[in-house]
């Protein structure tokens, strides 16, 4: 039977084909040797050649199975199916269909299925762009025959002419070829589709560490075109489920659903070589806010599930060592700078609410609204970003990111308002009025802004900025210190107690001028368990050994920190 949706509202990028001789003649294209394809509900990509045999207007389609006999149980036990093909320069597809009869005429196994009184067609086909949105993933694995080298990365959008894919920024020695490279999209569910493409374009992203490229695909042979179309048909339907704001009863796409059974994802990230197994972990909510801040150039608010899902994956790292966490959020140097600061302020102010004894759903609160709280700077122009020295002018449209992106937790029913105003709201303000966005006042701030605004402040002044270095960590603390009018000294000096005077994360030269990096303190507040290294560099996989009780008491006592540009 064919499925039946009331509303007739269609997925972005479709319009609707209900009158009956349109929806007879583009039928009678899927009619013509080649023209069909059958694609399973819910399947794992595959584009299965059908033909149609005849239709009878109103009445019902004739397929022919025979060449796809292995999927003829499946169809005759009630598992629907959508015919797919193009016409008139269109791609069109069908409602979701079922088998009611077949049967064998001379050795051909053919079956009907109920007539379709209404067609989905995608117009402008050629150059019709499909987008994949936060948590589409499909990972992307390019290859150049002629020197054996290759890259992972993401796909970023598709097109029947070619796709836009993201590679780490090592990659662009690649794209100087002029011969067609080998494209590997890797879908979540397992489904896998090669290609040849030629770089036609491409543009490096230095502060997320990426380049981003677009290809042209070669002439694409019929069963790729195919399965091309079923891929934007998916993309586009999984779209339109995530944007609507009823529930619809919509399931998502299998493309996109983690098959256990399926090898291990394919993604930039996966690919990447980190300092420690906790700091691959934390990637993957790194490129969270990433694909985050990225949607919200193009669509101004927040995706509710993702954030609580990552917040939650957030507390459970938490829970699993709280050490390798921290030391993890020094180690994402290849994450762009709003990336960086969001988790190591969401993860250093998680640490503060659990020590206080916070419920964990504040906790999970605060720290989903930390994670996110400068995102609103991505919407800023990047010059202004990068400005060494700022006017009145300047400095007054950098800090309308809060107002930028507030609008954006309409969606975040989840987070109590109470929690939203303190971490993201009034960050920013200091409690003798010279703060920002309302310029409050100590009287006007409650507890929990008083602490965040903290841990903000030492997280920023100790990563570099377009006008000054990276601070160490005692002039940060002296600087707090001296400005009680300012900050709230009860929680400074909580913060110098709970981080110490060479916090997780901090690169430490010893008197016997090793360098090595803090990786646990004790009650005093001084390194207890470090990891060596011999370059004044951010920690990666050459880390050398760790050191903890008496081994690191041969080491001298340490004598400072050396700051880093991250």
């Given at each position: 039977?064919t499925?039946?949706?009331p509303?007739?509202?269609q997925?972005h990028?479709?319009?609707?084909?209900?009158?009956p001789?349109?929806?007879?003649?583009?039928?009678?294209?899927l009619?013509?040797?080649?023209?069909a394809?059958?694609v399973?509900?819910?399947?794992?990509g595959r584009?299965?050649?059908v033909l149609?045999?005849e239709?009878?207007?109103?009445e019902?389609l004739l397929?022919?199975l025979?060449?796809?006999?292995?999927v003829a149980?499946?169809l005759?036990?009630?598992h629907?199916?959508r015919?797919i093909?193009?016409a008139?320069g269109?791609?069109?597809r069908t409602?979701?269909?079922?088998?009611?009869n077949?049967?064998?005429?001379d050795g051909?196994?053919?079956c009907?299925c109920?007539?379709?009184?209404?067609l989905?067609?995608?117009?402008?086909r050629?150059?019709?762009?499909?987008?994949?949105?936060?948590?589409?993933?499909?990972?992307?694995i390019?290859?150049?025959?002629?020197?054996?080298?290759?890259?992972?990365g993401?796909l970023r959008d598709l097109?029947?002419?070619?796709?836009r894919?993201?590679?780490?920024?090592?990659?662009a020695?690649?794209?100087?070829?002029?011969?067609?490279?080998?494209?590997?999209?890797?879908?979540?569910?397992?489904?896998?589709?090669?290609?040849?493409?030629?770089?036609?374009?491409?543009?490096v992203?230095v502060e997320?560490?990426?380049?981003?490229?677009?290809?042209?695909?070669?002439?694409?042979?019929?069963?790729?075109?195919r399965?091309?179309?079923?891929?934007v048909?998916e993309i586009?339907?999984?779209?339109?489920?995530?944007s609507?704001d009823?529930d619809?009863g919509?399931?998502?796409s299998?493309?996109?659903?983690?098959?256990?059974?399926?090898p291990?994802?394919?993604?930039?990230?996966?690919?990447q070589?980190?300092?420690?197994?906790?700091t691959?972990?934390l990637?993957?909510v790194?490129?969270?806010?990433?694909?985050e801040?990225l949607?919200?150039?193009?669509?101004?608010?927040l995706?509710?599930?993702?954030?609580?899902?990552?917040?939650?994956?957030?507390?459970?790292?938490y829970d699993?060592?709280r050490?390798?966490?921290?030391f993890?959020?020094r180690c994402?140097?290849q994450?762009?700078?709003?990336?960086?600061h969001?988790?190591?302020?969401a993860?250093?102010l998680?640490?503060m609410t659990?020590?206080?004894?916070?419920?964990?759903d504040a906790?999970?609160?605060i720290?989903a609204?930390a994670?996110?709280?400068?995102l609103?700077?991505?919407l800023?122009?990047?010059?202004?970003?990068?400005?060494p020295r700022?006017?009145?002018?300047?400095r007054a449209?950098?800090?309308?990111?809060?107002?930028?992106?507030?609008?954006?937790?309409?969606?975040?029913?989840?987070?109590?308002?109470?929690?939203v105003?303190?971490?993201?709201?009034?960050?920013?303000?200091?409690l003798?009025?010279?703060?920002?966005?309302?310029?409050l006042t100590?009287?006007?701030?409650?507890e929990?802004?008083?602490l965040?605004?903290?841990?903000d402040?030492?997280?920023?002044m100790?990563?570099?900025?377009?006008?000054?270095?990276?601070?160490?960590?005692?002039?940060?603390?002296?600087h707090?210190?001296?400005r009680p009018e300012?900050?709230?000294?009860r929680?400074?000096?909580?913060?110098?107690?709970?981080?110490?005077?060479?916090?997780?994360?901090?690169?430490?030269?010893?008197e016997s001028?090793?360098?090595a990096?803090?990786?646990?303190?004790?009650?005093?507040?001084?390194?207890?368990r470090?990891?060596?290294t011999?370059a004044?560099?951010p920690?990666?996989?050459?880390?050398?050994?760790?050191?903890?009780?008496?081994s690191l008491?041969?080491?001298?006592?340490?004598?400072?920190e050396?700051p880093?540009?991250?």
């Amino acid at each position: 039977m064919t499925e039946q949706d009331p509303t007739k509202e269609q997925d972005h990028g479709y319009s609707s084909v209900t009158k009956p001789s349109e929806v007879e003649t583009l039928l009678g294209a899927l009619s013509e040797p080649g023209g069909a394809s059958l694609v399973l509900e819910n399947s794992d990509g595959r584009v299965l050649p059908v033909l149609v045999a005849e239709q009878v207007f109103g009445e019902y389609l004739l397929l022919d199975l025979t060449a796809i006999r292995e999927v003829a149980s499946e169809l005759r036990g009630g598992h629907r199916f959508r015919l797919i093909g193009q016409a008139q320069g269109a791609m069109l597809r069908t409602p979701l269909l079922t088998i009611d009869n077949c049967q064998e005429t001379d050795g051909r196994l053919q079956c009907r299925c109920d007539y379709p009184y209404e067609l989905e067609v995608l117009q402008r086909r050629e150059a019709f762009r499909a987008r994949l949105r936060l948590g589409m993933e499909v990972g992307a694995i390019l290859r150049c025959q002629e020197d054996g080298t290759h890259s992972q990365g993401d796909l970023r959008d598709l097109s029947l002419q070619g796709c836009r894919l993201e590679l780490p920024v090592g990659s662009a020695n690649m794209l100087t070829t002029s011969t067609p490279l080998d494209i590997e999209l890797c879908f979540l569910n397992g489904a896998r589709f090669s290609i040849q493409g030629i770089p036609k374009h491409h543009q490096v992203d230095v502060e997320r560490q990426v380049v981003s490229v677009g290809f042209q695909f070669m002439t694409p042979r019929t069963d790729q075109e195919r399965q091309i179309w079923m891929f934007v048909g998916e993309i586009e339907r999984e779209s339109a489920r995530q944007s609507s704001d009823r529930d619809d009863g919509k399931l998502r796409s299998k493309l996109f659903q983690i098959d256990p059974k399926a090898p291990a994802p394919v993604a930039r990230r996966d690919a990447q070589v980190y300092a420690t197994p906790m700091t691959k972990r934390l990637a993957s909510v790194a490129g969270y806010l990433d694909s985050e801040l990225l949607e919200l150039r193009d669509q101004p608010q927040l995706h509710s599930v993702h954030l609580s899902r990552y917040a939650d994956r957030l507390l459970a790292l938490y829970d699993e060592d709280r050490e390798a966490l921290l030391f993890a959020t020094r180690c994402l140097f290849q994450e762009a700078r709003l990336v960086r600061h969001g988790l190591s302020v969401a993860v250093f102010l998680l640490d503060m609410t659990v020590r206080s004894k916070m419920p964990r759903d504040a906790c999970k609160a605060i720290a989903a609204c930390a994670m996110v709280h400068d995102l609103g700077k991505g919407l800023l122009p990047n010059e202004l970003l990068q400005a060494p020295r700022l006017d009145e002018a300047q400095r007054a449209e950098l800090h309308s990111h809060v107002e930028r992106l507030e609008p954006s937790f309409e969606t975040c029913q989840w987070l109590p308002s109470s929690i939203v105003r303190s971490v993201f709201r009034e960050i920013n303000e200091r409690l003798d009025g010279s703060g920002y966005p309302a310029g409050l006042t100590g009287e006007r701030l409650g507890e929990l802004p008083r602490l965040a605004m903290v841990v903000d402040v030492v997280d920023a002044m100790r990563r570099d900025r377009p006008d000054r270095p990276a601070w160490k960590i005692k002039d940060v603390y002296r600087h707090l210190l001296d400005r009680p009018e300012r900050f709230e000294q009860r929680w400074v000096k909580r913060y110098i107690r709970n981080f110490g005077l060479f916090p997780i994360g901090t690169l430490v030269r010893y008197e016997s001028d090793q360098l090595a990096w803090v990786q646990e303190i004790d009650a005093q507040g001084q390194p207890a368990r470090v990891q060596l290294t011999d370059a004044v560099k951010p920690p990666d996989r050459s880390l050398g050994e760790i050191l903890q009780g008496e081994s690191l008491l041969a080491l001298g006592k340490p004598q400072e920190e050396v700051p880093l540009s991250m």
